[in-house]
């Protein structure tokens, strides 16, 4: 068997050690305990919010209004992928609760339309291969192989649903088959639910109010959402350093409240059993390390500079000037043999 590309699994007791020279473990066990209290306080704000903006999008017409309510719904359909996440590496629960757990799952990947069982396979291999352009199915198959500035803002529109699609459907031809099968329930259950309620409104009201509230909102700023906060995660990196292969984002409240701290992503990767409500504390704890380690913060605006205006490519350091490619045209190509 060939061995693996360089992966997060290889490297990890590595960086580990270094981040531990510098972070006491007692405090990464205090930072650790899990209050599912706090959980839970969040998952009922983040449904007040999905339901008080959709009420918001059904009553009002004036695009003033309800268009800045659809953007801020498309951050909380992202926000469930984070609930999801915390579902998948259980650390919702002091104690271990499968049936319970399992439920959240399917409950947290609705209001997206993702199948749980797909999205926990995809997020473990990342953890585990995390560096490799094969192993990671991110890397592999989701981040942009076109390094040109149309193709990186087709992410940005309805296109990432298919483009997501995509990958994900990529990645499943190396799942075991009963695997398969139930990520295709899944999505089919979640899909009709949808549908459901996309006819349900257009029933009740009209087509106009159905794309206020269900799809332009998951189709026009999910998008967007998804898309700002993987810029966040692996795309400004140091390959050569894996304590750096990840981006630092310190953020701020709005985007701490509108993100669920998801911006802290290479803090969760340090330790992915440290829960999302105190993500902001591991990093204040870690800001000595990184500014030992030359690992500056990066914002939003900065990294969509770099992405869409810079043109820098993915998974690369963009503080090095990468060469120009040459470019041959015609007789140019051709050269004469030297005698």
């Given at each position: ?155 940005f529109t309805i296109a990432l649903l298919p483009i997501y699609g995509r990958a994900a459907k990529a990645e499943n031809l190396t799942y075991p088959a009963e695997l398969t099968r139930k990520i295709k329930r899944q999505r089919a259950v979640n899909f009709a639910i949808h549908l459901a309620i996309a006819g349900g409104i257009w029933y009740l009201a009209d087509a106009y109010t159905m794309l206020r509230v269900h799809l332009i909102p998951m189709t026009v700023f999910f998008p967007i959402a998804f898309i700002l906060n993987r810029l966040g995660q692996h795309y400004w ?103």
């Amino acid at each position: 068997m060939a061995k693996k590309a360089n992966s997060w699994f290889q490297v990890q007791d590595d960086v580990l050690t270094r981040i531990r020279a510098e972070l006491p473990s007692e405090r990464v066990r205090e930072l650790q305990r899990l209050r599912p209290w706090r959980h839970f306080l969040t998952v009922g704000r983040l449904y007040l919010q999905l339901f008080l903006l959709a009420y918001i999008c059904w009553q009002f017409t004036n695009p003033w209004i309800w268009l800045p309510a659809a953007f801020i719904q498309g951050f909380t359909v992202l926000g469930f992928i984070i609930l999801l996440h915390e579902q998948l590496h259980n650390v919702i629960f002091k104690k271990r609760h499968p049936r319970i757990n399992t439920m959240l799952g399917y409950l947290y990947a609705l209001p997206s339309a993702i199948s749980s069982s797909q999205f926990t396979r995809w997020h473990l291999d990342h953890h585990a291969n995390l560096g490799s352009e094969i192993d990671d199915p991110k890397r592999a198959h989701l981040s942009p192989k076109k390094n040109k500035r149309w193709y990186k803002l087709l992410y940005f529109t309805i296109a990432l649903l298919p483009i997501y699609g995509r990958a994900a459907k990529a990645e499943n031809l190396t799942y075991p088959a009963e695997l398969t099968r139930k990520i295709k329930r899944q999505r089919a259950v979640n899909f009709a639910i949808h549908l459901a309620i996309a006819g349900g409104i257009w029933y009740l009201a009209d087509a106009y109010t159905m794309l206020r509230v269900h799809l332009i909102p998951m189709t026009v700023f999910f998008p967007i959402a998804f898309i700002l906060n993987r810029l966040g995660q692996h795309y400004w990196i140091d390959p050569d350093d894996p304590v750096k292969w990840g981006t630092r984002v310190d953020g701020s409240a709005p985007i701490h409240f509108l993100f669920l701290w998801s911006n802290f992503h290479i803090e969760h990767h340090y330790f992915p059993q440290v829960p999302m409500y105190n993500l902001k504390a591991l990093n204040r704890e870690l800001r000595p390390f990184f500014e030992k380690v030359g690992m500056p913060n990066r914002t939003y605006p900065e990294l969509l500079w770099g992405w869409l205006v810079r043109n820098k490519r993915a998974h690369t350091n963009w503080d090095v000037t990468e060469p120009a490619e040459p470019t041959v045209h015609g007789a140019e190509a051709y050269s004469e043999p030297r005698l």
